[in-house]
């Protein structure tokens, strides 16, 4: 296979997780969310089947730590349009969530102009200003956890962290070492468990045969660290599952794995337990 060929590929690669109404969702695309000089940063609204205008609902938004520019030079298409973002997105969508997708160019800022026009137009957009929970992978978690520090815990109330590199701890350098290598921010460098909230309830997923260098070591690290603390962490384990498992890995597992992302969402986001169909 050749280079241009598997980007391709790997581009258009869903979520190994289905729900009946995933085809049902409405996506309101390209919502201007920042104009300046540089250009228009968008974002797409996914929201679930029944879903009435004036009603507003709890949303989860896909924080992204690589800039767009980069990306699209990578794998030829903005991350909003990569099929994993699109395909969580509309799972989240069908389980009853609003879910948002969004470009970006400054990654470490646009998170928190992103947040700041969503919650000021929550109304018209149909989003509960007051529920939102944050969904992060792979090198994008340290722009998520910076994310968790910087923002009001009041209106966060729920984070997903999947197989990604964490916080550099104890003197460590390896995720400055990777955001430098593979261009993701790392706004989170200098800070540590402490520094995150309290009350913020964690799903941490660990990919046990994770190939990206030393990633594994800052997911074990962060655990020592948040346990200690008593932080409010969900943690699993996939013993076997590669990086990315949640699209290269199509077993019974990674699908258990899936609908208790979802699960764990509905629960701190809709506030009840709702079952996925």
Known sequence: MNQDTQQEHISK??????????????IRRDVEYLATDKGVLTMDIYYPPDWKSGVRIPSVVFVLGFSDLGYQKML??????MGAYISWAQLAA??????????????AVDIHV?????RQNAAPLGI???????????????NALSTLMQEASDYLKCA?????YMLDLEG????????????????CAGTSVNDLPQDIPL?????????????????????VKALSRNLLVTFVNHAAAPHAFDILDDSEFSRTIIGQIIVFMQFHLLAVPVGIA
């Not at 992103?114 to 969503?118: C, K, M, R, S, T």
């Not at 509960?128 to 340290?142: L, M, Q, T, Y």
């Not at 460590?172 to 706004?187: C, D, R, Y």
């Open 203 to 223: 799903f941490i997923v660990r990919a046990g045969q994770d190939q990206m260098p030393h990633l594994n070591e800052t997911v074990d690290r962060f655990l």
């Open 94 to 107: 069908a389980s009853g969530l609003v879910a948002i997708t969004y470009t970006t160019r400054e990654p």
């Open 76 to 81: 030829g298409c903005k991350q909003k349009e």
């Open 128 to 142: 509960d200003e007051n529920r939102i929970g944050v969904w992060a992978c792979s090198g994008n978690v340290p």
């Open 13 to 26: 690669k869903r979520v190994n997780y289905q729900i009946p109404s995933v085809d049902a969702v409405t």
């Open 160 to 164: 997903v962290l999947c197989y990604g």
């Open 114 to 118: 992103l947040l700041q026009y969503v």
């Open 172 to 187: 460590s350098t390896i995720v400055a070492e990777a955001a430098k290598q593979w261009g993701f921010v790392n706004p």
